[in-house]
C-alpha cells in the first residue's frame, strides 16, 4: 500500500517532517521492488533505508530531550522496529527475488503499516509540545548537526542503544 505524505503527518517540526517524507520515499520504492521482484539493488536499498531509520530515531530522541518530552515509549518502538526490520531484511534477501504475490503483500504492509503507525500513533505525540516551537526549530540551531553520514550503520545502533545491533 503506497504512503503518501499529506499535512495530517505533520508532526510540527521541519527536520522530523522531511525525514519521515524521505522515508516513505525510501519505503515506496522498496515496496515497488518488492512487488516486481525485482532483487537487483534490494539490499542496498534495505541497508539504506536501515541507516535512514536510526538517523532518524537519533533525530527523534535529540528532538525529544531538547523539548523535555518524555521519550521512553518512543525508544523502545525504535528498538522493537529495527530489530523486526533486520529479521525481514535477512528473509527477504535470502529469498533472493523469488517470493510469491502474498509473501510480497506481507513484507510492503510491514513497512507501509509500520511507517504509518510510526507517525500517527509515536510521533505525534510530541506534536502538541513541538507546536510550542517554531516549526524549523532544532537543539543547537544548526541543521547539518542532523547529517550522521560519516559513522556506520553500526555505529549508529551504538549511539542508539548503548548496544550492538540485534
Ligand atoms: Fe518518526
Known sequence: MEVAWTKQLSVGNAVIDSEHQNLIVMINRIESMIKAN?????????????????????????????????FDQNKQEHKFVLKEFQRMKEELLAKKGVWTDSAATHYSNFLSDWLTSHVMREDMLMKPLLQTYDYKFWPGGKEGETNYTAGSTANLYLQLFDEPAP
Do not use: G, T, Y
Not at 539490499?43 to 530531550?65: D, G, P, T
Open 38 to 70: 525485482d532483487a537487483s539493488s534490494l539490499s542496498q536499498e534495505l541497508e539504506q533505508l536501515e541507516r535512514s531509520l536510526c538517523i532518524h530515531f537519533i533525530n527523534e530522541e535529540r528532538l525529544a530531550k531538547a523539548v523535555n518530552f518524555p
